[in-house]
């Protein structure tokens, strides 16, 4: 079964997407929620925190705020929990305040990397086949309304799980119906192992496993907490990276520390896209919470239209930043992006295409820092089999005319230049044997009315069989992204499917998928939404050799579910 970031849910269960593995229960009264003498909590010494939550919460001679005190969380999580406090427990608070109240919640009872690791996709807003293979306990319980991530990325002593549970049986009354609960008898039967049935009721197997697995002390976070602090990423990155149907990007981010802080920087933003030579220049602001989690926004021109959103995870090193900038109305396009500093050394950043076909010269881009200017073709080793011609420098742009030899073998290659090392970034090959569609599913949403619409977007990418000459094994070998033709088919799960006609249109250029809007559909049978499935297909033609007899085009496909928009989301927007 597939789990990912963006269920699709009856509306039956609507009221469930609200129901965040968050902070917070409903707390009537001080007097109601008492910080639990048996547990020991995290000390909150932040004036700020204690007088912003002192309507619902309490702080004892200890300095531990009841809830509060006995839970961790990420930023996103915090901001979630005020959110909420504002939207159902009436929580008077302003923006500034709010923001120094995640800020230092999220320093101070946040995530060490490796518990945060984890549950990246999860705030990096990833659609992905989501998999916590630790316990299936948690599976039907939690999942059943939001992502696992959302979860995973909390701790908690076991009471403070208890009164989660508690938060959501209040505000959802129906989660204990529809997942809390057994429906029906208790097993009887023993299990394979001779031992008597568990009796449980779903949700106690999950908090007992959740106790468990995700305490609220762990040695990850008293050796973060101790050693934690500011990140020092002043300084020139070389950026890498990757958006979904316009190819590699690779360029440069300058960052300067703000005045009079420690944990926020400005950014400038420079990249150039390897495939279409297309250049983008941003500027940002970013902030790093608990020395390590960065979250940032930056613009084009200040244009409010370009905005990306960026959650990135700073190494410990401080040599490397790796994470996701994104936007969209549900958060569905974006780049995956790696910076490593720059030092005096040269690195090799990536090509304009790895591909290199047996029999023809090509012309290939080489993006680095530090480039030497006076580069000669001896300088540049690209491996057995491979001769360059000659080579140009400019702006850190390496441009070299390779010419592959007729007994060149197939395979990947490494570039070694100035010292540097790229592993495989060439793929010699002499045919096309295939083509792949990624994502192999995709979800888009219906919207552009009242709700936004979630769009869809793929890419194509060519393949050589490899050594054992088959298709669809382990060794095939991916050759490089290329264009190709795109279109959509029915997917065939009903007598009289049509929902080809209803659901949406690509673009047979770039192979995003746009959703038609959301709402019945009086022209549609049943006046039903424009929902359904449907196949998009990549139709490529490869070219060869002048002599070569042409080709046939190859195709391949993907799966793409078009539902209904997100009725009820309770996800931050703008951090920080």
């Given at each position: 079964?597939?789990?990912?970031?963006?269920?699709?849910?009856?509306?039956?269960?609507?009221?469930?997407?609200?129901?965040?593995?968050?902070?917070l229960a409903?707390q009537p009264?001080?007097?109601?929620?008492?910080a639990?003498?048996?547990?020991?909590?995290?000390p909150?010494?932040?004036?700020?925190?204690?007088?912003?939550?002192?309507?619902?919460?309490?702080?004892d001679?200890?300095?531990?705020?009841?809830?509060?005190?006995?839970?961790?969380?990420?930023?996103?999580?915090?901001?979630?929990?005020?959110?909420?406090?504002?939207?159902?427990?009436?929580?008077?608070?302003?923006?500034?305040?709010?923001?120094?109240?995640?800020?230092?919640?999220?320093?101070?009872?946040?995530?060490?990397?490796?518990?945060a690791?984890?549950?990246?996709?999860?705030?990096?807003?990833?659609?992905?086949?989501?998999?916590?293979?630790?316990?299936?306990?948690l599976?039907?319980?939690?999942?059943?309304?939001?992502?696992?991530?959302?979860?995973?990325?909390?701790?908690?002593?076991r009471?403070?799980?208890?009164g989660?549970?508690?938060?959501?049986?209040?505000?959802?009354?129906?989660?204990?119906?529809?997942?809390?609960?057994?429906?029906?008898?208790?097993p009887?039967?023993?299990?394979?192992?001779?031992?008597?049935?568990?009796?449980?009721?779903?949700?106690?197997?999950?908090?007992?496993?959740?106790?468990?697995?995700?305490?609220l002390?762990?040695?990850?976070?008293?050796?973060?907490?101790?050693?934690?602090?500011?990140?020092?990423?002043?300084?020139?990155?070389?950026?890498?990276?990757?958006?979904?149907?316009?190819?590699?990007?690779?360029?440069?981010?300058?960052?300067?520390?703000?005045?009079?802080?420690?944990?926020?920087?400005t950014?400038?933003?420079?990249?150039?896209?390897?495939?279409?030579?297309?250049?983008?220049?941003?500027?940002?602001?970013s902030?790093?919470?608990?020395?390590?989690?960065w979250?940032?926004r930056s613009?084009?021109?200040?244009?409010?239209?370009?905005?990306?959103?960026?959650?990135?995870?700073?190494?410990?090193?401080?040599?490397?930043i790796?994470?996701?900038?994104?936007?969209?109305g549900?958060?569905e396009?974006?780049?995956d992006?790696?910076?490593?500093?720059?030092?005096?050394d040269?690195?090799?950043?990536?090509?304009?295409h790895?591909?290199?076909?047996?029999?023809e010269?090509?012309?290939?881009?080489?993006?680095?820092?530090?480039?030497?200017?006076?580069?000669?073709?001896?300088?540049?080793?690209?491996?057995p089999?491979?001769?360059?011609?000659?080579?140009?420098?400019?702006?850190?742009?390496?441009?070299?005319?390779v010419?592959?030899?007729?007994?060149a073998?197939v395979g990947?290659?490494?570039?070694v230049?100035?010292?540097?090392?790229?592993?495989?970034?060439?793929?010699v090959?002499?045919?096309?044997h295939?083509?792949?569609?990624?994502?192999?599913?995709?979800?888009?949403?219906?919207?552009?009315v009242?709700?936004?619409?979630?769009f869809?977007?793929?890419?194509?990418w060519?393949?050589?069989?490899g050594?054992?000459?088959?298709?669809?094994?382990?060794?095939?070998?991916?050759?490089?992204?290329?264009?190709?033709?795109?279109?959509?088919?029915?997917?065939?799960?009903?007598?009289?499917?049509?929902?080809?006609?209803f659901?949406?249109g690509?673009?047979?250029?770039?192979?995003?998928?746009?959703?038609?809007?959301?709402?019945p559909?009086t022209a549609?049978?049943g006046?039903?939404?424009?929902?359904?499935?449907?196949?998009?297909?990549?139709?490529y033609?490869?070219?060869?050799?002048?002599?070569?007899?042409?080709?046939?085009?190859?195709?391949?496909?993907?799966?793409?579910?078009?539902?209904?928009?997100?009725?009820?989301?309770?996800?931050?927007?703008?951090?920080?």
């Amino acid at each position: 079964m597939r789990l990912h970031r963006r269920l699709c849910v009856p509306l039956w269960t609507a009221t469930c997407l609200l129901a965040l593995a968050l902070p917070l229960a409903a707390q009537p009264s001080p007097a109601a929620t008492p910080a639990t003498p048996a547990e020991t909590g995290i000390p909150v010494t932040s004036k700020v925190v204690q007088e912003a939550c002192a309507p619902c919460h309490r702080t004892d001679d200890k300095q531990q705020v009841s809830r509060i005190s006995f839970q961790r969380n990420t930023p996103e999580g915090w901001q979630d929990t005020i959110k909420r406090m504002v939207a159902l427990n009436n929580l008077k608070i302003e923006p500034a305040t709010a923001r120094e109240v995640v800020k230092y919640l999220s320093n101070n009872l946040g995530l060490a990397p490796e518990e945060a690791k984890p549950a990246a996709y999860e705030v990096e807003r990833r659609l992905v086949d989501e998999s916590y293979t630790a316990s299936s306990d948690l599976n039907g319980v939690c999942n059943a309304c939001h992502t696992l991530g959302r979860v995973i990325s909390q701790r908690r002593t076991r009471s403070e799980w208890d009164g989660l549970i508690a938060m959501h049986r209040g505000w959802y009354p129906l989660v204990d119906r529809q997942t809390f609960r057994r429906m029906g008898p208790a097993p009887r039967d023993r299990g394979p192992d001779g031992r008597p049935p568990d009796t449980r009721h779903p949700v106690e197997k999950a908090v007992d496993h959740l106790a468990k697995a995700f305490p609220l002390q762990t040695p990850e976070w008293a050796a973060w907490s101790a050693s934690m602090r500011p990140a020092r990423l002043q300084g020139t990155w070389a950026l890498a990276g990757h958006e979904p149907g316009k190819g590699d990007i690779f360029g440069r981010v300058v960052l300067t520390p703000v005045p009079d802080t420690t944990d926020e920087f400005t950014s400038t933003i420079t990249y150039t896209y390897a495939r279409s030579g297309e250049q983008v220049s941003r500027t940002g602001r970013s902030l790093i919470y608990t020395g390590f989690q960065w979250r940032g926004r930056s613009m084009v021109g200040g244009n409010d239209d370009t905005a990306l959103r960026e959650v990135m995870f700073v190494d410990r090193d401080w040599r490397s930043i790796e994470g996701r900038w994104f936007t969209g109305g549900y958060d569905e396009l974006g780049i995956d992006v790696r910076l490593e500093r720059v030092a005096n050394d040269t690195t090799i950043l990536g090509v304009d295409h790895p591909g290199i076909r047996i029999g023809e010269p090509s012309t290939v881009k080489i993006y680095a820092t530090n480039a030497p200017s006076a580069l000669q073709p001896r300088d540049l080793d690209l491996g057995p089999g491979l001769t360059v011609k000659s080579v140009t420098v400019a702006n850190d742009v390496v441009t070299a005319v390779v010419e592959p030899a007729a007994t060149a073998a197939v395979g990947r290659r490494d570039i070694v230049m100035a010292g540097a090392v790229k592993t495989g970034a060439l793929v010699v090959y002499d045919t096309v044997h295939s083509i792949k569609v990624t994502p192999d599913w995709n979800m888009a949403r219906n919207g552009g009315v009242t709700f936004p619409k979630m769009f869809a977007q793929f890419e194509a990418w060519t393949y050589h069989n490899g050594p054992d000459k088959k298709p669809g094994t382990a060794d095939d070998i991916r050759i490089e992204q290329v264009d190709v033709r795109w279109s959509l088919e029915e997917y065939t799960a009903t007598f009289t499917d049509d929902d080809l006609k209803f659901v949406g249109g690509i673009n047979e250029h770039t192979g995003l998928f746009t959703p038609n809007i959301e709402g019945p559909n009086t022209a549609r049978t049943g006046e039903r939404n424009n929902v359904g499935d449907v196949w998009v297909v990549a139709t490529y033609l490869p070219t060869g050799p002048s002599s070569a007899a042409p080709a046939a085009a190859l195709r391949s496909r993907a799966h793409l579910l078009v539902t209904v928009p997100l009725y009820m989301k309770f996800d931050p927007t703008v951090i920080p």
